[in-house]
C-alpha cells in the first residue's frame, strides 16, 4: 500500500484529505506542525508527501528544500494564497505541484494519483536500465558493478570483473591469454599474460563451488579459456 504523509496544521483538513485518500487505498499519517512533519517526512519513506506552507514552526518552503537535500519522493504543495505558488516556483524547491485552497477532495486524489505514478514510471525506467549479465548461478550487474553467485554479492577488483564480464558476455567462446590480457588491460600496461592466469584464479576462488572442477570458467588446454553456457 502508498504511503503518503499530509503535513498540515488545520486539522479539520488533514483529516478530510486522509479521509478521501483512504477511501482510495492509500495509508496515510498526519503530522501538524512543521518541525514534527519534517522529523518524520526525513525518518520514514512515503511515497508522496502533502506539505502545507503555512505552518507552526518550521514553514513549508523550509521543509520542501530540507527534503529534497535528501528525497526524491514527490512533494504536492498546499497553499491558501495565489501569491504562494509563484513564489514556490521562483525559489525553485523543488516541489512537484502545486495546489491552491480550496480544492476539492477529488482533485487532490486525482493528483496525488499522477504523481505517483509519473514517480513510479521514472523509478522503474531507472531500475530497468540496469545492464545485466546472467548465466545459470551468476548474476552480474554491469551497471552497478556488482556480482552475485547463487543470489550471494562477492566483491570483485576491477580487473577481476571487467575479465568475468567480458568472459561471460562471449561465452562458449575460446579466449587466449593474449587476447583476453589485449582485451582487459591498457596495451601499455605493466604485466604479461602469467596476469591473466592470476586473475583467472583469484575469480575462480569467488565463483566455483570446487576450482579443481570449474563449471564456469573452463582450461582449454595450449589454448586458453572459455565461459561455458
Ligand atoms: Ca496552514
Request: hydrophobic share 40%; glycine share 6%; proline share 3%.
Amino acid at each position: 500500500m502508498s504511503r503518503i504523509l499530509i503535513v498540515e496544521d488545520e486539522e479539520a483538513i488533514a483529516e478530510l484529505e486522509k479521509d478521501y485518500l483512504e477511501l482510495n487505498d492509500f495509508e496515510v499519517i498526519i503530522e501538524n506542525s512543521g518541525d514534527t512533519g519534517l522529523a518524520t517526512a526525513l525518518a520514514e519513506n512515503f511515497d508522496l508527501i502533502i506539505l502545507d506552507l503555512m505552518l507552526p514552526g518550521i514553514d513549508g518552503f523550509e521543509i520542501c528544500k530540507r527534503i529534497r537535500e535528501d528525497k526524491n519522493v514527490p512533494i504536492l504543495m498546499v497553499s491558501a494564497k495565489k501569491d504562494d505558488i509563484d513564489k514556490i516556483r521562483g525559489l525553485g524547491l523543488g516541489a512537484d505541484d502545486y495546489l491552491t485552497k480550496p480544492f476539492s477532495p477529488s482533485e487532490l486524489v486525482a493528483r496525488v494519483k499522477a504523481h505517483m505514478a509519473r514517480y513510479n514510471r521514472l523509478v522503474g525506467s531507472l531500475a530497468k536500465e540496469n545492464d545485466i549479465v546472467e548465466i545459470r548461478g551468476i548474476r552480474i550487474d554491469k551497471t552497478a558493478r556488482r556480482v552475485f553467485v547463487d543470489g550471494v554479492e562477492k566483491t570483485f577488483t576491477t580487473k577481476e570483473f571487467d575479465l568475468l564480464t567480458f568472459l561471460a558476455e562471449n561465452p562458449n567462446h575460446v579466449y587466449t591469454k593474449e587476447e583476453i590480457f589485449r582485451e582487459i588491460w591498457d596495451m601499455d600496461s605493466i604485466g604479461d599474460i602469467a596476469t591473466v592466469t592470476v586473475h583467472i584464479k583469484k575469480i575462480r576462488e569467488k565463483i566455483e563451488t570446487d576450482t579443481s572442477k570449474p563449471q564456469y570458467i573452463e582450461t582449454i588446454w595450449g589454448v586458453g579459456y572459455r565461459f561455458k553456457l
